[in-house]
């Protein structure tokens, strides 16, 4: 399976940025796939997670009420969208995909995931 995300950039504080990630290959093997982003000198940290149905979402404390994010399983893609965005939101978003169902609770940690993608990075400006 390999994940391919993209649309990240460089925005001013305020500003907004779409990310996709589309997974290809085996796709029938990945259940689901969330966000992560790492920033400089920084542990890879949870953002979002949509459950399989996209019926249930959670957001690291950070980014609620700014970033939501969606799927489409038909094509095998989730996204991100991010609004107000902060200059602490700099990082390198990666998608990550899991071949079995999980919580909510252990779609936060990273050592859940069986897939990573490449990263896009986000650079936010004050």
């Known amino acids: 399976v390999q994940l391919q995300a993209s649309g990240g950039g460089l925005v001013q504080a305020g500003g907004s940025l779409r990310l996709s990630c589309a997974a290809s290959g085996r796709t029938f093997s990945v259940y689901r796939m969330d966000w992560f982003r790492q920033a400089p000198g920084k542990e890879r940290e949870f953002v979002a997670a949509?459950?399989?149905?996209?019926?249930?979402?959670r957001y690291a404390d950070s980014v609620k009420g700014r970033f939501i994010m969606s799927r489409d399983n038909a094509k095998n893609m989730v996204y991100l969208e991010m609004n107000s965005l902060k200059p602490e939101d700099t990082a390198v978003y990666y998608c990550?995909?899991?071949?079995?169902?999980?919580?909510?609770?252990?779609?936060?940690?990273?050592?859940?995931?069986?897939?990573w993608g490449q990263g896009t990075p986000v650079t936010v400006s004050s």
């Open positions: 990550a995909a899991v071949r079995r169902p999980i919580t909510l609770a252990q779609a936060m940690r990273p050592d859940t995931y069986d897939y």
């Open positions: 949509i459950s399989w149905s996209g019926g249930s979402t």
